[in-house]
């Protein structure tokens, strides 16, 4: 069965980094595009940002292009958001997802999704 596990969530200080890992497996994910979404408390989901598993099409969302860095790692299966300069406004549950189509910032398009890990910045 397909699966998508996230790790890395924790509480951090303001301007601390931090790296989260989604783990893929099941089934082949080597033709979906992965993304990274969030979700803070009584916000909809939105995309952060989404890379193909030969790492050459990255794609963020302006609140974090900068700041933040995704990769996949086709040998482990694994892909990565490696986040810097964290603000509280970053404050959300972060979720990993996969989608068949080559580009999509839309959280509809995305057909398999991971329970998600907390990410807290504190001021």
């Known amino acids: 069965q397909a699966q998508l596990v996230e790790s890395g969530g924790g509480l951090v200080q303001a301007d601390s980094s931090l790296r989260l890992s989604c783990a893929a497996s099941g089934r082949s994910f080597s033709r979906y595009l992965m993304g990274w979404f969030r979700q803070a408390p009584g916000k909809e989901r939105e995309f952060v940002a989404s890379?193909?598993?030969?790492?050459?099409?990255?794609v963020y969302a302006d609140s974090v292009k900068g700041r933040f860095t995704i990769s996949a790692d086709s040998a482990k299966n694994t892909v990565y958001l490696q986040m810097t300069r964290l603000k509280p406004e970053d404050t959300a549950v972060y979720y990993c997802?996969?989608?068949?189509?080559?580009?999509?910032?839309?959280?509809?398009?995305?057909?398999?999704w991971g329970p998600g890990t907390q990410v807290t910045v504190s001021s």
């Open positions: 997802a996969a989608t068949i189509a080559s580009s999509s910032r839309h959280r509809w398009d995305y057909e398999y």
């Open positions: 890379v193909n598993w030969s790492g050459g099409i990255r």
